[in-house]
């Protein structure tokens, strides 16, 4: 088969399979340099040891600063929000 067919959840999908990319290079003319992008092999990072950088989002920079959830959490002079709940908020 040049296709593998996939049923889940009310939906099907279909898979090329290695026969099938044979077919198509030969049915469009097609030299075998030219290879599908999924089946190409990704180079590494030129330094494997680094670590991938981080959005900067969360750093304290810029419009999603969240600096300010711990005072949102517990603001000056109030006690505890758990223990302040109430009568029958106790576990």
């Known amino acids: ?23 198509l ?12 992008a999924t089946m190409k092999y990704k180079k590494p990072s030129s330094d494997p040891a680094r670590p991938a950088q981080r959005s900067r989002r969360f750093e ?4 999603g600063d969240r600096s300010d959830r711990g005072a949102y959490r517990k603001a000056a002079g ?7 709940a109430g009568a029958g908020a106790a576990p």
């Open 60 to 63: 304290g920079e810029g419009p």
């Open 78 to 84: 109030e006690g505890d929000k758990v223990a302040d």
């Open 25 to 36: 290079r030969d049915f469009l003319h097609l030299p075998s340099e030219i290879v599908p």
């Open 1 to 23: 088969g040049y296709v593998r067919e996939q049923f889940a959840w009310r939906h099907y999908y279909w898979y090329l399979t290695n026969e099938g990319t044979g077919y």
